[in-house]
């Protein structure tokens, strides 16, 4: 096997789609060019109440008591599954890597409440110091750990509010001593092991001055594929390359988080779309980048034969020199139908001009409502039902890519640089589809399960695709039009324009019902976090609302006027990744 980079670190099942975790599917991984594997699912929501902290798996005297769904009852038979875990991967001839994050806060720091653990507090860093001789010892196998100082129920005390000891104090100053101080005792217990860290929701400026005084021999450096996210069409940007270029100078490496198959977080719930030619682009990006000594999949692999995009990266890592043109044509030859080959270029290309960077809420796409409200249409940038996160990301950095990171009123320039976008990828995506149909592919009819079937799964979530696209692009345009109907009501070419939009999103909506009846698939329940958190809401089905609007506009323009697209509260009735509801 030819490889660009000697760590390539698998997860396997993802947060939507856990899995099982068994030896073929890691001999899978191995097959597939893989030589690591992280052994949990580290997911805020926690599904299958998977592992997200230290104490979930062991005590740490004078943290707090996990959030887990059993909380502390629970820990034997977590820490025994993850046992289990890593003794499977190394059998295959993988590493092993835990991630966790630390120090633990509960839910503090996302409700804005005071940290109950302080990194300036020499008692945090010798609780968990002592935590890393116990996780050693119950957890033989674990290799590697890597470790989160935000998210991941992790936070760390701003310098400019709540905490004394921090006070005045930068946390490039502070945390570079807790994370040596951490990586020293686990490399003490583990002597083969290291300790990466992830940088997440620090500013750049942070992590660069950070770089420079960590501890090359015990600790690693683990990043997103851009500053605000991973983001497979902006992998490897300035970030990447400064951190990478930096940390080289000092003997740290560099791994990268990607996504390599059809499941990924900016489709979720998802697992069909097919955007191979993205995935290998991202990988060349990213292993161009000097310093950069491997990836790691960042939402989570279940081997498939079916998994274009997975088995796009398998070609990639078997040659890192191969084409598009040479891993398309042997892929779409496995599946017996060459004029996959074109048909996954132009998925490709959709994919591509979807504006991944509006918002962090442009993503999960497959939890988008095209239902979407008849209020005035937003951009939105943070989260509705909770502040913005105050993180040194949040608050500077992540504003260098996504468009939004606050939910202020979108001016209408803004509004129509959205539709455009959106109407943009649409339209590249309906070409993908109606190729697929002159090629044969209907999806009305089911075909049997194997590689048809797989084809159609694929063309139904393009189908998906474009429908939420246009859902963004009409209220879009729906909310210009209203605003410059109020402005001169005499306008009679705009009142016609409007009704003509209103028409196309009713059938926009219909084709989602339609679309709807075909699937086979439903996403498993959510979780009380994605509930609360308004993640995930009920699917709609009612095409009443958008039926009535059309009337009212019939009955009277300016009552209509006085009633619809309007501003107002932001409550993400149509649940967080419907981007442009309120």
Same mark, same amino acid.
């Given at each position: 096997m030819t490889t660009k980079t000697p760590h390539r670190i698998a997860l396997l099942g993802n947060p939507t789609r856990p899995g099982n975790w068994d030896p073929a599917q890691l001999a899978t991984l191995v097959d597939d060019g893989y030589t690591g594997v992280q052994i949990n699912i580290a997911w805020a929501y926690r599904p299958n109440d998977e592992v997200l902290n230290l104490e979930d798996i062991l005590p740490v005297p004078g943290s707090p008591e996990p959030l887990s769904h059993e909380g502390a009852v629970g820990r034997p038979g977590r820490g025994a599954e993850l046992r289990r875990r890593a003794a499977l991967a190394h059998e295959a001839g993988l590493s092993t890597l835990l991630h966790v994050g630390? =120090?633990?806060?509960?839910?503090?720091?996302?409700?804005?409440?005071? !940290?109950?653990?302080?990194? $300036? &507090? %020499?008692?945090? !860093?010798?609780?968990?110091?002592?935590?890393?001789?116990?996780?050693?010892?119950?957890?033989?196998?674990v290799d590697d750990l890597l470790i989160y100082t935000f998210d991941q129920d992790a936070w760390i005390c701003s310098e400019f509010e709540g905490c004394?000891?921090?006070?005045?104090?930068?946390?490039?100053?502070?945390?570079?001593?807790?994370?040596?101080?951490?990586?020293?005792? *686990? +490399?003490?217990?583990? %002597?083969?092991?290291?300790?990466? *860290?992830? %940088?997440?929701? !620090? $500013?750049?400026?942070?992590?660069?001055?950070?770089?420079? @005084?960590?501890d090359a021999p015990n600790v690693g450096l683990m990043i997103h594929s851009s500053i605000a996210e991973v983001m497979s069409t902006m992998a490897g940007d300035e970030f990447v390359h400064d951190a990478a270029s930096l940390a080289s100078r000092y003997g740290i490496p560099v791994v990268v988080e990607v996504f390599l $198959?059809?499941?990924?977080?900016?489709?979720?719930?998802?697992?069909?779309?097919?955007?191979?030619?993205?995935?290998?682009?991202? !990988?060349?990006?990213?292993?161009?980048?000097?310093? +950069?000594?491997?990836?790691?999949?960042?939402?989570?692999?279940?081997?498939?034969?079916?998994?274009?995009?997975?088995? /796009?990266?398998?070609?990639?890592?078997?040659?890192p020199h191969i084409t &598009? &043109?040479?891993?398309?044509?042997?892929?779409?030859?496995?599946?017996?139908?060459?004029?996959?080959?074109?048909? *996954?270029?132009? +998925?490709?290309?959709?994919?591509?001009?979807? =504006?991944?960077? /509006?918002s962090w809420f442009a993503r999960e796409l497959g939890y988008s409502d095209p239902f979407h409200e008849l209020s005035a249409a937003i951009i939105r940038g943070s989260q509705?039902?909770?502040? @913005? *996160?105050?993180? =040194?990301?949040?608050?500077?950095?992540?504003?260098a890519i996504f468009m939004r990171t606050t939910s202020r009123e979108s001016h209408p320039w803004e509004l129509e640089d959205m539709e455009l976008r959106f109407a943009g990828a649409a339209n590249a995506m309906a070409e993908a589809i109606e190729y697929a149909t002159v090629c044969g592919v209907d999806v009305l009819q089911t075909a049997a399960d194997g590689p048809d079937r797989e084809i159609q799964l694929q063309v139904e979530e393009a189908i998906g695709f474009v429908v939420r696209c246009r859902a963004y692009q009409l209220h879009l345009r729906e909310t210009n039009l209203t605003t410059l109907l109020r402005s001169d009501t005499a306008r009679h070419d705009l009142a016609v324009e409007l009704r003509d939009v209103l028409v196309r999103d009713l059938e926009n909506q219909r084709a989602e019902i339609e679309r709807i009846s075909r699937s086979a698939s439903t996403p498993p329940a959510p979780s009380k976090l994605q509930l609360a958190q308004r993640w995930i809401v009920d699917r709609k089905s009612d095409l009443g609302p958008i039926e009535r609007a059309i009337d009212d506009l019939d009955a009277d323009l300016g009552d209509f006027l006085r009633r619809y697209f309007l501003p107002g &509260?932001?409550?993400?009735?149509?649940?967080q990744f419907s981007l442009t509801s309120r």
């Open positions: 630390i =120090p633990f806060q509960g839910r503090a720091g996302y409700d804005g409440e005071p !940290l109950p653990q302080c990194i $300036s &507090d %020499p008692a945090t !860093l010798a609780r968990y110091a002592r935590s890393m001789e116990d996780l050693a010892r119950l957890q033989p196998n004394d000891r921090c006070a005045g104090i930068p946390l490039h100053r502070r945390l570079p001593k807790f994370l040596n101080g951490l990586a020293a005792a *686990w +490399v003490a217990a583990q %002597p083969d092991g290291r300790m990466w *860290w992830e %940088p997440w929701e !620090l $500013s750049t400026g942070q992590t660069l001055a950070i770089i420079p @005084e960590l $198959s059809c499941s990924n977080e900016e489709v979720e719930p998802w697992n069909k779309l097919p955007v191979p030619c993205v995935t290998l682009q991202q !990988l060349r990006n990213v292993e161009s980048v000097p310093g +950069v000594v491997g990836v790691k999949e960042y939402y989570g692999l279940i081997p498939s034969p079916f998994d274009v995009n997975a088995r /796009a990266a398998a070609a990639y890592f078997r040659d &598009d &043109d040479a891993a398309l044509g042997s892929l779409a030859a496995a599946f017996g139908q060459p004029w996959l080959k074109h048909f *996954w270029q132009l +998925v490709s290309s959709a994919y591509r001009l979807y =504006p991944w960077n /509006a509705s039902n909770a502040p @913005e *996160w105050d993180t =040194p990301a949040w608050r500077s950095s992540r504003g &509260d932001e409550l993400a009735a149509a649940g």
